[in-house]
């Protein structure tokens, strides 16, 4: 977790996954990345699985995500 101004950010690498098999959650002030690719014969062969705590002075409320077209996952969130 970095603090940049007023928000905090989360930096991932998710880039051998489609944005559809990533998952962001948010829960008692702890953010999870997870991401899952499945093969065409339905088997999962690759998984990714990130939890992380956010700051108690974060407004839990402001979460966002953005996918880079690098495939990074940048998480913001507000400073109260």
């Known amino acids: ?3 940049q ?16 098999d990533i998952v962001v959650t948010t829960s008692n ?3 999870t990345i997870q991401a899952e690719k ?3 014969d ?3 062969c690759d998984t990714f699985t990130h939890k992380c705590q956010l ?3 974060t407004d839990p409320l402001s979460v966002s995500c953005t996918l880079t077209e690098t495939g990074m996952l940048v998480i913001t ?3 109260r």
């Open 29 to 31: 002030c702890h953010v």
């Open 55 to 57: 700051p108690e002075d």
């Open 77 to 79: 969130v507000r400073r």
């Open 1 to 3: 977790v970095r603090a």
């Open 5 to 20: 101004g007023d928000t905090y950010q989360v930096v991932a690498d998710v880039s051998q996954f489609e944005p559809p």
């Open 38 to 40: 499945v093969a065409e």
């Open 42 to 44: 339905g088997t999962v």
